[in-house]
């Protein structure tokens, strides 16, 4: 029935975007992550983990995924307008879109349409489905890369999966596992585990970012350790794009959506 409703209701009147910040180690605004969201005029709000998943069961995730980089395409044009020319935003893409042999060129069009510099476009990988490296699949990121639109992999673990996406394209950004992030204050082994992907990061030229940072005590010890960028309620919950806006000017959060 949800996949019925949202091939009936995606657009601008159900749907939107939403941007957590990501900040520096000085608690500046460098960056933000789209995520969407569904106002379901009989359930309200969905969580995103539920109507996301049902999507990747068929094409369906492909209508949601080109809608969700058009309009990321054209809120970035509004931050642009805002004073906000650098801000990178992030785009998550699921695995199974990789699928669809015109994804690529498809995500490379959108950005062209409303003239975004590549560098300020990034793809983050999901780990919700496995990916396949298919030759296709690898050319197609490592052309994006080419572009200068960097790559991200979300939910970075210690795993054998996460480990040859390292291997086999170049990844901008890694994004640690947020059970790994939780426990960083109370754990020495996560602790080091950290430390040691900072130093990995570092000797890759990448990024090292955490994410749900829900206090200052985390934050301090992360950025102790070596993490680049940081996202969580401890500074900003998703939040619409002018209240993004707001923030980067005026500097003041939103905690709770």
Not at 33 to 46: F, Q, S, T
Not at 171 to 183: A, E, P, R, W, Y
Not at 213 to 242: H, I, R, T, W
Request: aromatic fraction near 10%.
């Amino acid at each position: 029935m949800l996949e019925q409703d949202m091939s009936e209701q995606l657009g601008d009147d159900y749907f939107e975007m939403h941007y957590q910040p990501k900040m520096d180690k000085n608690s500046r605004i460098n960056g933000a992550e789209a995520l969407v969201r569904w106002h379901h005029p009989k359930y309200g709000n969905l969580p995103p983990i539920i109507f996301v998943s049902i999507a990747e069961t068929s094409d369906q995730i492909n209508i949601l995924g080109r809608w969700i980089n058009e309009r990321c395409m054209q809120d970035i044009k509004q931050f642009h307008e805002a004073g906000m020319p650098t801000l990178q935003v992030a785009i998550n893409a699921s695995p199974r879109q990789f699928i669809d042999k015109n994804f690529f060129s498809n995500f490379l069009s959108i950005i062209d349409k409303y003239q975004i510099p590549y560098p300020q476009i990034e793809l983050e990988i999901t780990e919700s489905q496995k990916l396949h490296l298919t030759d296709e699949t690898l050319e197609g990121i490592k052309h994006l890369s080419q572009k200068g639109i960097s790559i991200a992999v979300d939910d970075f673990g210690m795993g054998y999966t996460s480990l040859r996406y390292l291997k086999s394209f170049k990844v901008n950004t890694i994004k640690l596992d947020g059970s790994i992030v939780c426990d960083v204050t109370k754990s020495n082994v996560v602790q080091e585990i950290i430390r040691s992907l900072a130093s990995l990061t570092q000797s890759m030229n990448s990024k090292l970012v955490a994410e749900w940072v829900e206090d200052e005590e985390q934050f301090n010890e992360l950025v102790k350790l070596g993490c680049n960028q940081f996202q969580g309620a401890y500074f900003s919950m998703p939040v619409s794009k002018e209240i993004l806006i707001e923030q980067y000017a005026s500097h003041t959060f939103q905690t709770n959506e």
